[in-house]
């Protein structure tokens, strides 16, 4: 059996700053791959962008959800790993907290 038990791992340096991931803490969670893709999609803009493209042709008054909005949840959930859409209620209801 492999045992890992690396306590760092470099990155490649970033505009001379060293970019270091330690796995040192107590407390640890696979949720935070959210927090910062939230904070890249609002820096960059991207699903704005990809939500553009799309024309709603759907009647207004039999809309519950907005299609930016059924975008931007597959487009995460993907990313984060809820590949089946009944895995997105998970998603749904953590609402990105603490973020």
């Known amino acids: 059996m492999t045992e890992c038990n690396q306590s760092q791992f470099e990155f ?23 927090c910062v893709l939230r904070a890249t999609d609002r820096k960059i803009g991207l699903l704005r962008r990809v939500v553009s493209c799309f024309t709603d042709a759907r009647d207004p008054q039999r809309v ?3 299609l930016s909005e059924m975008l931007v949840q597959r487009v995460y959930g993907l990313a984060l790993g809820y590949e089946d859409l009944n895995d997105h209620e998970e998603l749904r209801t953590t609402r990105f907290l603490g973020c």
């Open 12 to 34: 490649e340096v970033h505009f001379s700053r060293r970019v270091v991931a330690e796995f040192s803490g107590e407390r640890l969670t696979t949720e935070a791959g959210r």
């Open 64 to 66: 519950d959800h907005e």
